[in-house]
């Protein structure tokens, strides 16, 4: 959670530097990233003929710790770390629903862009800088 904290705090910063016209419109645009990214998921499942699905392995490592005595001085032990990393494996997919899956996503965008123009528009009319 900790990590998570510090990652956001400087993205929090960056978004409040940003002026009401900017912030109006990375919103105005947040559905249009959203079908970009499924569409280059989408196409590149095409293009390969299969999916990539995320899959988590746990690792447990055996290593050496140090500890410290009340006297200050340092001792080694035995312990385990556990380390979590993510890969990517192939799955197989139906292609002919894929692509029809990928055609759905770019009619979705092209309507999604005018809509995204006309409420850039209004971002612009509300917020003249």
Known sequence: MMKKTLILLPLLAIAACSTPREQCISNANGQLRTLDRLIDVASGNVQRGFALAEVQDVRVLRTTCQG???DGSTFRFPCEETETFTRREPVSIN???????????????DSAARDVAARTQQCIAIHPE
Not at 95 to 109: G, P, S, T
């Open 68 to 70: 410290t005595n009340e």
């Open 95 to 109: 292609i002919v629903e894929e692509r029809v899956k990928l055609a759905q996503l770019q009619d979705q965008r």
